[in-house]
Every structure is written in structure tokens, then in C-alpha cells.
């Protein structure tokens, strides 16, 4: 049964074809959008040290960033055009470093473990967790407090692992095709762990969090 948001669809797919120095690190958080379609690898045999995501993206940070749980971002156009009424300024699609941006998905309110056909070319995602600040993001930005600012929002975009693999491009539609007998959100799961530590036990239910994150829970309940 497919489950659909509505007219939910990627308005472009974004990649770090060249990494960018932010201070003393490089890192792949520039992303623009690409004119062609872009594949999108599954987890499977690392060669030359490459796991699932968008071929051809930078990840320079391995250990905080990327990896089969944190495969694909997407954010939100309409999340992104809050930002620019807030923040005074233009904001155009790739800058908070999301692979996808979509437009008619409210990803704050993703179920973890849903899972999402992306285009007619086979691309199934699985909703695993949301994004949260750091300081590469901050430099990006170069917003003072922008750790707390968007903390306080709570529109932290979704990150996938790939169920399987496929090509992604401009203009896909989005169906969720599944979504599991729980209600923990991305929202919840960013509340927990941004500091809301009551939300904790509530997350258990989760069973597509990542293990990191589910180490957290099994601590906290």
C-alpha cells in the first residue's frame, strides 16, 4: 500500500562535488544542485573506503558524517524559505548541506523506520534519524548562536540509509510505501537528543534508530 504525502517530490538533488575548507577542516556540507541525475549507492563492500549515498558526494568527516545510517539527507524548501524569513537572507537549495531537497514533505513529522520510493528508478530510502548541529554547520552559516537557534526551531531535516539502491533526479515524486506501528517522529528523536531527556523511553519503540542512537535509549529508559 502506498502512502502518499500528497504532491511530495525533490525539487533538486544536491552533491559536494569538491570538498571546502571551513577553518582549519574540510568538509563536503557545500552541496549544489545537480543538472544530471545522480545515483545512489547501498550499503555494501567498501572499496576504496565507499559505503552507500550519493555517488560522487564528499564526506570528509567519516566518523560524524555519512556512513549507511546517514546516507541521504533531505531537507525541506519550505523549511528553508522559513529560515530566510528569519534569518534575512537568501538560503538556495543544498546550503544546509541536504542531498535532497523536497518540497510537500513535512520531515519533522517522519516516522522513523518509514520508507520512502523516491522516482521511477527503484530508489527506496528508510527514515533513520535527524540531523544535529555542529560546528562545521555553524561556520558554514557563520551565524553566532546558530547551534541554538536551530535547536530552539526544531526542523532538523531527515537522514536515510538505502534500502535499495537507484538514480535520483530533479522533479521526482515521493510516496512513502510503508510506515511502522509506532509514533516516534524525527521531531521526538531531535528533542531527545538536543536535551528533552523525559523523551528518552518514548524513543524505544524505534527499531530503524541507528545503534548509537538506540544505545542512548537502552541508557536513559
Excluded at 120 to 149: A, N
Aim: aromatic letters at 6%.
Amino acid at each position: 500500500m502506498r502512502l502518499a504525502f500528497g504532491m511530495a517530490s525533490v525539487l533538486t538533488v544536491n552533491m559536494a562535488a569538491a570538498p571546502i575548507r571551513l577553518g582549519t577542516r574540510r568538509s563536503g556540507i557545500d552541496k549544489r544542485p545537480s543538472a544530471e541525475p545522480l545515483a545512489v549507492r547501498a550499503p555494501g563492500p567498501r572499496k576504496g573506503g565507499l559505503g552507500s549515498g550519493v555517488v560522487g558526494d564528499s564526506v570528509c568527516d567519516s566518523k560524524h558524517h555519512g556512513g549507511d545510517d546517514q546516507a541521504v539527507y533531505a531537507y525541506g524548501r519550505e523549511d528553508l524559505d522559513r529560515w530566510e524569513g528569519e534569518l534575512g537572507r537568501e538560503l538556495s537549495n543544498g546550503m544546509f548541506g541536504e542531498n535532497l531537497t523536497t518540497a510537500g514533505a513535512d520531515l519533522t513529522a517522519c516516522l522513523i523506520g518509514e520508507r520512502w520510493s523516491v522516482g521511477d528508478d527503484g530508489l527506496l530510502l528508510e527514515v533513520t534519524s535527524p540531523r544535529t548541529p555542529c560546528q562545521t554547520f555553524v561556520k558554514r552559516l557563520e551565524i553566532p548562536g546558530w547551534i541554538k537557534t536551530f535547536t530552539a526551531a526544531g526542523l532538523p531535516g531527515a537522514y536515510f540509509r538505502v534500502i535499495e539502491p537507484g538514480t535520483v533526479r530533479a522533479g521526482d515524486s515521493i510516496e512513502v510505501v510503508s510506515r511502522p506501528d509506532h509514533a516516534v517522529t524525527i521531531g521526538m528523536v531531535f528533542r531527545a537528543l538536543m536535551g528533552e531527556r523525559t523523551l528518552w523511553p518514548a524513543l524505544a519503540p524505534a527499531d530503524a534508530l541507528p545503534d548509537k542512537i538506540k544505545q542512548q535509549v537502552a541508557k536513559h529508559s
